[in-house]
């Protein structure tokens, strides 16, 4: 028998940043997420059979090997319960694709682990539906923070939260009450440098452990989270503009004061920053932006003004090496499982 697995999982763009973590992959703070729908990760993953004892996972990514991420995908479902006896019985071999250019600022880890936790959980409970989406975020979330804001859309949060209810540092939740303002959003991703990160975000949150300003990081995002709650249920853009872009550069000023201090913002990054700041002031159209762990910006606006941003648009693909044009996403799956022979 072969057992042989697809799944397709969105990536999410943080609106308010997961930056410190403690435990086995708890967050520090709270964070909240808009999922994408065109930028994406698919995984076929196939169950062979094996002869030895050892977790066999090979890892290829768009066709290459990929014995790293490999090996962090063999650590992560090799310590999970769920997955024990699907290891236990067959050699896994994992092949995945991203609809997006590796290193565009947008977070392939979350999509990429939200699909590999999907596949796994199937290829383990053949015949049965996935769990609920809160476990399967729980699962994923041990893999990668962010992915476990992948199951939801379009908008997760992920942390506990004071008057939040069901909200929890083990999983995602769903942010249910969204204004009408916010249901359909926009992500054009200003891709400034396509370069692989020089410093990777595990090296990151890791830095946030010693960091000075660490408490007043966390209890400023906590605030920030149930503001941007409260803001997606009022449809207060100003607001929504506010916390967004405080939470951007928040994040990149603790990479740039942390003890061991670096910066991936370039030049053109505050560049185009100055021309949204300069554009929002001169039309008072609803846009922000906002930034991943890169030097690559996100331009966040409402699609019903699509119109007026296209010729924005058409000038700072000028300060750009490429633009992505995504949009909210539900956070869906395609997921078809096959059982028989190969
Ligand atoms: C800047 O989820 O990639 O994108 O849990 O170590 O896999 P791990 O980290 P990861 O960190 C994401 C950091 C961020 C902010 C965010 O997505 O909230």
Known sequence: MSIKVTS???????????WGKYGNQLPCNASLSLTLSKAFTE????????????????YFFE??????FGERVAKYAGAQPEFAELLNAYALQIHSHNSFPHSAGIASSASAFAAITAALYRAAHPGSELLSD???????RLGSGSACRSFYGPYALWGELEGVQDSSNEYAIQVTEIHPEFRNMKD???????????VSSSKGHSLMKDHPYADARFKDANRNALEMVATL???????????????????????MTSRDYYMLIRPKTVEIIQKIFQFRKDTTLPLCFTLDAGPNVHLLYPEKIQAEVNEFLSDLAKDTESIIYDESGTGGITLNYMNGKA
């Open 8 to 18: 397709k999982y969105p990536s999410n763009i943080a609106l308010v940043k997961y």
């Open 43 to 58: 995984v076929e993953l196939e169950c062979l059979p094996k002869s030895s004892k050892a977790v066999e996972i090979e």
């Open 63 to 68: 066709g290459q090997p990929n014995p790293a």
């Open 134 to 140: 809160r476990i399967m975020s729980h699962l994923a």
């Open 188 to 198: 054009a991703i200003l891709i400034v440098e396509s370069a692989p990160k020089e």
């Open 233 to 255: 249920k009022n449809g207060d853009f100003s607001s929504f503009i506010s916390i967004t872009e405080r939470e951007a550069l928040s994040l990149h000023t603790m990479m």
